[in-house]
């Protein structure tokens, strides 16, 4: 039975959440926007994770499908709803706050955006990442979406006209009370805090809907005492394929270090990225071939899209940006599971939000369990086609340090099989 539902905006995003409660033993699924309803979901599910993808929609239509998801959510009775939001405070943050709110009906909702373990916190309602502002990070200079404010009630303000209070560290209920019809932004700079700030709000009742990114997320499973299962112990395959659609300077900077110490890099062409129907062409069969030899002969892999330069080749080939985004996502998902109907065995890490969910559209896959954490921001999970076990490790564009691949690469060498 469905005890707590998570509103991911992106599919990685989903994942790392997901992942705080299968690290915890609760059985945990992951759906994406493919699914049929609550009645497609197997009745041992604890928590349902579901990416409703609005990172990317306009703050209107976000509005309208996170409102519809809860809605549908409270009327079957899921006690615990929870819109997990970015934690670089990217997307329609103040548009879907308020959906949550007007769908479930609550009178105060709690929005604990940090997430200390990756480096990110709040202080006096200002985001921080590793230390700097969100605005000044890596993160304001995202070519696609930049964060160009670091005051949370100031970027929530940008999509609702619903008050946004900030609760520091150390708050009283009678402050929290004054919160009444507003949307409560609370301070956290350590994992302590996120658990005070849990168990304060869940002894009070203020739980049944509430908001933030995987770091609030990791406090639930004992606040809402979930039941725990045995854990398997997951085998990887020998070998590591990088599938690389993120353009965050933090990935950049770990796909340099991995090429440094000897991965292999397949950077796509402007042609292979952005002419439509390319990968169908003999050309492109004849690509094909060749990476499936070169990721089959070398131990470790990556297939970039070599992102600095898809601004400027999506203007010449006449994409837009987001029509670009897209494209290039599919084709990154359709290059992998060809590799993977070939027959490729590798373990396999896929970097961005947009190109899993390319990836999971291309094989059919709407469903994916979250196994375990193996290095902090790359999360395994597996997956089922035609009856077949797979697995695949995730991670989100601005997680890991610059070491993240280099490290995942010896795990996997040393065969190193007690990863979780």
Request: charged residues 25%; glycine residues 8%; neutral net charge.
């Amino acid at each position: 039975m469905i005890r707590l539902l998570i509103v991911a905006d992106d599919f990685t995003g989903a994942l790392d959440t997901g992942v705080q409660f299968a690290d915890f033993g609760a059985v945990t699924r992951v759906m994406t926007e493919g699914w049929n309803g609550w009645d497609d979901v197997s009745a041992s599910v604890q928590v349902l994770v579901l990416d409703a993808e609005t990172r990317h929609l306009s703050p209107r239509e976000a509005y309208k499908r996170v409102f519809a998801v809860v809605q549908n959510a409270a009327a079957s009775g899921i006690p615990f709803i929870y819109k997990k939001t970015d934690s670089a405070l990217r997307g329609n943050i103040g548009s879907e706050l308020q959906a949550l709110k007007d769908a479930s009906g609550v009178d105060i909702l709690p929005f604990i955006p940090a997430f200390p373990q990756m480096g990110r916190i709040t202080k006096h309602g200002v985001h921080f990442i590793n230390g700097k502002p969100v605005s000044e990070s890596v993160f304001g200079k995202d070519p696609f979406e930049p964060v160009d404010c670091s005051f949370i009630p100031d970027i929530i303000h940008r999509q609702t006209e619903t008050d946004a209070t900030v609760l520091e560290r150390g708050w009283t209920e009678e402050e929290l009370a004054k919160c009444r019809d507003k949307i409560a932004v609370f301070d956290a700079a350590d994992g302590q805090d996120i658990q005070t700030v849990a168990r304060k709000l869940y002894a009070g009742g203020l739980l049944k809907a509430s908001a933030g990114c995987a770091g609030f997320a990791s406090a639930f499973p004992e606040i809402l005492a979930l039941k725990k299962r045995r854990r398997s112990i997951p085998v990887l395959e020998e070998g590591l394929l990088v599938i690389c659609g993120s353009v965050n300077p933090i990935t950049c900077r770990q796909l340099d270090r991995a090429e440094e110490s000897g991965f292999v890099r397949i950077r796509l062409t402007p042609e292979q990225k952005l002419v439509p129907d390319y990968w169908e062409s003999s050309a492109g069969r004849e690509q094909l071939d060749r990476i499936f030899c070169k990721c089959r002969i070398s131990p470790c892999c990556i297939i970039d899209t070599d992102g600095q330069c898809e601004r400027k080749a999506a203007e010449n080939s006449g994409y837009s940006s987001e029509s670009a985004r897209r494209h290039i996502a599919d084709v990154l998902g359709k290059i992998l599971g060809e590799l993977i109907r070939r027959g490729l065995k590798k373990t396999i890490l896929i970097t961005g939000g947009d190109t899993l969910l390319g990836f999971m559209k291309n094989m059919g896959i709407f469903e994916v369990e979250p196994i375990c954490e193996i290095i902090p921001g790359a999360v395994l999970s597996r997956f089922c086609v035609e009856h077949k076990v797979y697995q695949m490790i995730s991670k989100s564009g601005g997680f890991g340090s610059d070491e993240l691949l280099v490290q995942l690469a010896e795990k996997i060498k040393e065969k190193e099989r007690v990863l979780c």
